[in-house]
Nanobody, 125 residues
Framework: VQLQASGGGLVQAGESLRLSCSGS????????IGWFRQAPGKEREWVSY????????DYADSVMGRFTISRDNVQNTVYLQMNSLKPEDTAVYYC???????????????????WGQGTLVTVSS
């Protein structure tokens, strides 16, 4: 296992969660990290991206202003802080690593080399 996502759980609308993406056998510092999510019956969708060294950050419109992506290279972990959660945020969240993503393609699952196993986030109304 190269990546491990954790931190999911059951929360009420308006509450917060922080997801973690840890590199078990992968040093994340040189990798761009994306977060994706997949709700039941829906396609996997891109949520956020954090560049490896250039500080690039990007967010889907649906989470802009509520989610924050950050990385701690000492801990070899990338975080997704999720605030003001909504029921529509309910999904399995996946982190993924890309060695050389083209910024115009960072929202595509095909741009990523390694995937974590997913962590379930459930937001009740």
């Amino acid at each position: 296992v190269q990546l491990q996502a954790s931190g999911g759980g059951l929360v009420q609308a308006g509450e917060s969660l922080r997801l973690s993406c840890s590199g078990s056998s992968l040093t994340l510092e040189g990798w761009g990290i994306g977060w994706f999510r997949q709700a039941p019956g829906k396609e996997r969708e891109w949520v956020s991206y954090r560049g490896s060294r250039d500080g690039t950050r990007d967010y889907a419109d649906s989470v802009m202003g509520r989610f924050t992506i950050s990385r701690d290279n000492v801990q070899n972990t990338v975080y997704l802080q999720m605030n003001s959660l909504k029921p529509e945020d309910t999904a399995v969240y996946y982190c993924a690593a890309s060695r050389g993503v083209i910024l115009s393609a960072l929202r595509s699952t095909a741009s990523y080399n390694y995937w974590g196993q997913g962590t379930l986030v459930t937001v009740s109304s």
